[in-house]
């Protein structure tokens, strides 16, 4: 029996005579004429049931209802008091489909991450204004959910109100996202000694809240080392790969050992990361591991280390299979070296998911 298709909500045609005089409705994702509106909320229009459907799988389906009170006008919200309340739902609003388009861009969703987005970008406006600094993480994530979709144009347009924007703030870390978001550009368009010049901004501004060790400026090393990889220059690679990885090494065996000290807590208080963090960590990781498994070099060290990060990430997350996979490739590679200092820490991780099981 096959199952039953789910229904991406509801709409019904836009009846013209229910309209005040001269009210045009436009779609929420194209602004063009609406025909078609949300039969749940009734203030959200869209030009085709696609565009709906799209919305709905994007970020309406969560903010539907949230939507009737900044949208329906009443003598209430017309009174100081209703547009400070208003205000704030605009503000969750703004934090939820924040979070809701970043989640679905780590998971390389662009074309469902741009409903999100671009309501953020649309609600930021209303609550902070146009030119303000509050408006750089909206332009980055429209940029960024852009950029996965191939419109390279509209993302460059986006980052570059960012810039505007960002003038005005000393916070370094508003500078560390735009120049990561700018140097991600510039390699998709090939423009890699920009990308270069971006991503060593992005390192200056991260390590300068961080620090030079933090996972986060170790992000930019990592980027900065694919753009060294497109151009051929390996030496680079390894040693950038290679300090990525130590520092991410430390980090998650700190995670490692608070759980361990703490075995009576269950994984999912134990997690360190969301959904969205752990694919991109993941990617990270994996990237480097065929790198090093695809060397001519073939880095044992390197790879029981990469490995081992990836099988302690995923132990953390729960997901037992994956972490033994990753824990075998780690302690094959650390017994091509004898005496290795990850061996024992590889087996231990290794007996831990064996008791779990």
Sequence with gaps: MEASPRVLGKASKIISLALPKGTEKLCELCQKTAH?????????????AEHQQADWVGIHERICQMLVTIRSPTVLSLQQAGCIQSQLVKAELIEMCRLVAQSKLSEGKHQEALPAAQFCLRC???V????????VPAYLLLAEANMGMGNLAWAAELLSQAEWAALKSSDHMVH???????????????????????????????????GLDSTVTRGGY????????????????????????????CHLTKL???HVQNVQSPYTEMEPYDEAQRVEVDEMLRTMLEFEQNDSRKDSAQIALVAHCLAILWFLAGDSLKALGFGNTALQASQLIPNHDLTEPIQGLLQLLHTAR
């Design 36 to 48: 078609l509106q949300c039969t749940k909320c009734r203030v959200t229009f869209y030009c085709d």
């Design 124 to 126: 930021s406006k209303d």
């Design 128 to 135: 902070h204004g146009p030119r303000s600094v509050q408006m």
């Design 176 to 210: 560390q996202r735009l120049h990561r978001c700018l140097g991600r550009l510039h390699t998709t368009t090939g423009n890699l000694e920009a990308a270069l010049f971006n991503f060593a901004n992005d390192i200056y501004f991260a390590s300068e809240e961080y």
């Design 222 to 249: 990592f980027l900065m080392a694919n753009v060294y990889a497109k151009l051929g220059r390996l030496p680079i690679v390894r040693s950038f790969y290679s300090e990525v990885a130590q520092t991410w090494h």
């Design 256 to 258: 490692l050992n608070t």
